[in-house]
Every structure is written in C-alpha cells, then in structure tokens.
C-alpha cells in the first residue's frame, strides 16, 4: 500500500483501497500530473484523476495529495474499485479520436453509480455536487451545445439530480426543462437510466439509446488485473 496514500484516508476509504488492490495484485500508485499535460475541458474543475490499465492504476494530482478534499480521493478510489473488484466494462473508442470521448462519456455514466457510495462514505460531497448541478441547470441557454452532447448532459444530469439532490437543485432542474421541448423526453429518458443502474451494459444502452449516441462508435473493455489482461466486446 503506497504510504503516501494510506496517510490521506480514513478507515472507510483505506477500506475501499485494500479491496482494490487485493482484487489487482498491483499497488495504486500516487504521482504528480506531467507538466504540459492536455486538460480536456470536462476536466478543468478536478486537481485529481485516475490512470487504469488492467496492469497497473495511478492517481494523478494536480495539488499536493494531502490538500485534496477528502471526497476528491474517495471519488478517484471508487472509479477504480468499479473496474477492478465487480470489473465493469468501460467505454472505448473502436478508433482513435482527438480527444477521448470515451473516457469522458464513461466517466460521467460512471458517476450516477458511484455517487451513492461517496455521499455515503463523504457526506460533505453532498454541497459540491449540488453547487454544481445547481449550476448546469442555471445557465441562460444551450445554444451552444451540440444536439448529442446536451441530450446526454440533460439525461445524465437529470438522473443525478433526480438520485442525489436537494429539493432546491431538483426545483431548479424542473424549472429549466420547463421551458424547453424536450422536458418530457428527458424526464422519461432519465427514468429508464435509474432503473438500469444494477447493470452497467444496461445502463450505457439507456443512455446511448436516450441520447442519439451509436453504439457502433464504441466497445466495452473489461480488465482482468490478476491475469495482466483485459477482453473486449460490442455495447
């Protein structure tokens, strides 16, 4: 267990970090970010991420590791628990593109189940993702968002909203979906994602189906740590 780590977490998150390396075989390793590192734009708000291949994990910061919000390394700790204890697939691009949609799209999926566990674990968490959905719902327009990606952020943050707001931050959702022509659809859309959450293959359907995504631009890669591996099927 890397000591720098271990020192940061309480008993509940050391908990979490010895399952994830029982299940592995491998240590999660801390390091600072690569200067010049490409910050995609999903990801300017976070000082801390997660490098993962089925041979080794690495949390990444931008800011002393000690300095981070406690909820910031449960949430990275939960990312990586997802995919090497129950080993749920993760989105990949069958190509190559410029940024890494994939990531981004999963990541944001990833959340509507991982949440639960970090509200729990983290009850401070609860204000952030509040302030932030608070947030997503507030803006003036989605003129500037392109037809695929606002019905997937609409649907994605409807059901996180819907799962683990406040009755304020839920208010402020039902007022901005007032006004639009797709309330209706993305209320639906985001009860059909709710009910998929036990199933991540069901889940990624619901919401690729929900928001126009095809399915045909992306696989599921499933790691298998213990045997250095990793399998990959159709979504």
Request: hydrophobic share 45%; glycine share 2%.
């Amino acid at each position: 267990m890397n000591s720098s780590l271990a020192e940061t977490l309480d008993t509940a998150a050391l908990g979490l970090l010895d399952e994830i390396e029982a299940s592995a075989g491998f240590e999660v390793r801390v390091r600072p970010s690569a200067k010049g590192r490409l910050v995609l734009p999903y990801e300017r708000s976070s000082n801390v991420r997660v490098v993962l291949t089925h041979e080794e994990a690495t949390i990444e910061h931008d800011v002393p590791i000690d300095q981070l919000p406690r909820h910031a390394v449960v949430h990275e700790l939960l990312h990586l628990h997802r995919y090497l204890v129950p080993q749920v697939p993760a989105i990949m691009e069958r190509r190559a593109m410029e940024f890494d949609t994939a990531s981004a799209i999963d990541n944001d999926i990833e959340h509507l189940v991982i949440f639960e566990r970090q509200l729990a674990i983290c009850p401070e968490f609860a204000s952030p993702l509040n302030e932030q959905l608070e947030q997503f719902w507030s803006r003036e327009s989605w003129a500037s968002v392109g037809a695929t990606d606002l019905q997937f952020n609409l649907v994605v943050r409807a059901a996180a909203t819907t799962l683990y707001c406040t009755a304020a931050t839920k208010a402020t959702m039902r007022k901005a979906l007032a006004v639009d022509k797709i309330a209706a659809r993305v209320r639906k859309s985001a009860e059909r994602v709710i009910a998929s959450l036990g199933d991540k293959r069901a889940l990624v359907n619901a919401v690729f189906e929900a928001s126009g995504i095809p399915t045909s631009s992306f696989k599921f890669r499933v790691l298998h740590p213990m045997e250095r591996r990793y399998t990959e099927e159709d979504i």
